[in-house]
């Protein structure tokens, strides 16, 4: 049985059209997908999922980087790749002339993520487990062999990710039954972006507080007095005790960083995500040293495992913020899982965007069950945004994402609205919109807009 | 009068089939260009052109990026874009959809540079000057301006870059003439691939004296023995007092780099270059750290200049190697010669592949007469390939690269080189190699291959 095809399409949602979305660097993301469906002839019915995550214009170069993996892929044969991911991994990754265009990051790899996410997604369909629970199941030494190591050996040998991986192997069944009976707890950035207004910003805060959540997250960045006004309306609506956490999206320098959260810090914000660069490692440092005991998280536009690596050995971050396609899948991820463990700092995924919550919540409970055994002060990002689009969306009770119990890595859009978002010829794009038209033109035929100028 | 056009074209050459260029990470590479030409209906007979330079698969992933930035041109006005290659390059580069894909790394990157690079082409021809003294003879209010401080405030502000910027202004003339007459010092590559045998290494590096190069370099990093064995033949050719630079092309972990390059030490190599991965400026510190008074250079794979910033601020680096089409173009190694000025480090750039000679040239002269001003310790990197495909190539004499005086960038490649190599269809790809077919097929139908492994 052999890899027969991989179809590859450009999908995008207009959400620029309802400024759901908007920051302080982003201000009319179109959510798309950039989408691979991988087809065997095994004749069992299953195909693999996956994605790269792109906010609009670029989706096609996107789709374009994950076609030029199609020779990897087709004429092999199924189960010897789906037994030997990190193996895969390792092909695609260090591809000489492919890894010229990172190496390592950007859209290269983006589309490596797609394609080992949907390799999971397939192995876990044939395995009949939703993801988190196939990978909390394999030994310590199959993780570790998932892993490549070069690059992390100064900070993470491969004895020490195995002894981490042993050490929480006890236990690991009783936290798969508290994860199914209590799930994962969640924060929610839906009230949060700068395009609301601040009658909507109180009214979600209100319900997030109603609906069980624990945590919210506003964006800020774009202007201080802004800024003041939405974190004095969201501290009163929510109370004292609520754990407000903002996010600039890389608006700042590293000085404006630290003067313009000295400006929140009366607000108790519970973590400053995001405050410059995602390369900037040591501006990172300096951030959180000088802001301490204010907590910094950052990891959504993080590259890699070298990078993520750096945070950590400088004591640069708080929380780690994975994303799940944005380095190269979930062997990366758990790389990065690994690290965190090493140096003690909790994990607490970047989701929101279109998938991204999906996938993500397998490797925090992943995380939970079988590296760092531990959920206190973790809690992934909630954006509740397109899961209406996928076959096995997320669900959220009480404030908390329900463990999945469909066999996969939850990525699987709709095929109807594969269709209908297909851009630029399904219908949500070929026709226009009567009622945004004006504001929001198809962005094929507009000049490119820019950020709000800094 | 405005922009009617970009041609973007997919140009390999079939490099891999003698093993020029062959090091430790990359045993096989394809010179490419994802090639963009510059239209305008101006009627003056000028095009911008430029490129961005990949070692084959992907060339074409490079191109489609390169061509989502024609809505960026077409239809704009050509003096107002010209005039304000500072504002251009943030539009482009701030561009929040786009900026997604990176940020500022990798392909998105690299299709800036492309269309950056090409502009600054178009410029210079249309002030009928090369690069390098159009540039050169800029104010330093002007020169600040195309810089992006955005995430460099920490080390380098406007302010700071204006004074050094001034403090080099007297004898800009002097030093202009001074290149005119003597040229810039350059070392030679060509010697130290790693597919040449002992036999082909001894007589190059012979030549290389003959030549009147005072530095070569050597590939390194796949295996200790073959690297003491060809040091040796190296340093006994050269002679005692000649510099040797080495270069593993990232093919380390941080703790390898250390011990392997203690093995090294005593055939006094001039510098380490790439001893790791180009993101891990935390590793490149410790490794100068341990090695000193070893130099330790990078830069060819740095993705932007907030990774250089960071090297520079740890110390990671004794020499900063600039590449003319990895950052966004022209402007961001502005600011990294700028920021190297600040920290007092010499630039030395990266050169070879296609093209990079070429462009890379008129940077150093550039950073000669207006913003280091200082030409000791420093030199550009030679390679002897591809340079008959260029209109305006480098001319090496006696060790240094003769000051180009054509008006322009030195980017264009000869009408009937675009023809010939043209990927896939050129005949130089579609009629087979006779004597090369069986060991080197043609990429697209060949299993994609990798690295040695590690």
Request: glycine share 8%.
């Amino acid at each position: 049985m052999i890899f027969t095809d991989l179809e590859i399409s450009d999908i995008r949602f207009p959400t620029s059209r309802a400024l759901d979305g908007s920051d302080a660097m982003n201000p009319d993301p179109d959510y798309s997908a950039a989408y691979v469906v991988l087809r065997t002839d095994a004749g069992d019915g299953h195909e693999g999922h996956g994605f790269a995550f792109t906010i609009g214009r670029g989706n096609d170069i996107q789709a374009a980087a994950i076609a030029s993996l199609r020779p990897y892929l087709v004429g092999r044969p199924v189960a010897a790749v789906l037994a030997d991911l990190g193996g895969f991994w390792r092909e695609l990754v260090h591809d000489s002339q492919l890894r010229w265009l990172g190496p390592e990051k950007g859209v290269m790899h983006m589309a490596i993520a797609a394609v080992v996410n949907a390799l999971w997604d397939l192995r876990a369909k044939r395995e009949d487990l939703p993801l988190w629970q196939l990978l909390s199941r394999m030994s310590p030494e199959d993780l570790v062999d998932l892993v490549d190591f070069r690059y992390l050996d100064d900070a993470l040998t491969r004895d020490e990710a195995l002894r981490i991986l042993r050490a929480a192997q006890p236990g690991r069944a009783a936290r798969e039954e508290h994860l199914l009976r209590e799930g994962f707890p969640a924060y929610t950035t839906s009230p949060g972006w700068l395009g609301y207004d601040d009658d909507k910003l109180r009214r979600l805060c209100k319900e997030a507080v109603a609906d069980g959540f624990g945590q919210i997250k506003l964006k800020v960045g774009a202007d201080l007095a802004d800024d003041v006004r939405r974190m004095t309306i969201a501290r009163q609506t929510c109370g004292p005790d609520f754990r407000i956490a903002v996010d600039a999206n890389q608006r700042w320098d590293v000085p404006t960083a630290i003067t313009w959260m000295r400006e929140l810090a009366p607000f108790d914000p519970y973590w400053i995500e995001e405050p410059t660069s995602p390369d900037d490692v040591v501006g990172h440092a300096t951030i959180a040293r000088e802001l301490a005991p204010m907590r910094v998280a950052t990891g959504e536009h993080v590259a890699n495992r070298v990078l993520f690596k750096q945070l950590l050995q400088l004591g640069a971050v708080s929380y780690v913020q994975i994303d799940a396609t944005r380095v190269a899948g979930v062997n990366e991820n758990i790389a990065i899982l690994l690290l965190a463990a090493k140096f003690g700092v909790p994990v607490c995924p970047h989701a929101g965007g279109v998938g991204l919550c999906e996938l993500v919540q397998h490797l925090s409970m992943f995380d939970y069950v079988a590296v760092a055994a531990d959920m206190s002060d973790r809690v992934i990002e909630y954006v509740d945004h397109l899961h209406e689009h996928f076959v096995d969306p997320v669900v959220i009770r009480q404030g908390r994402y329900v463990a999945p119990t469909a066999p996969g890595f939850s990525a699987t859009i709709r095929p109807r609205t594969r269709t209908e978002y297909a851009y630029p010829d399904g219908p949500v794009w070929a026709a226009p919109d009567p009622g945004a038209a004006e504001a929001a033109p198809r962005p094929a035929q507009r000049r490119p807009g820019t950020e709000v100028a800094p």
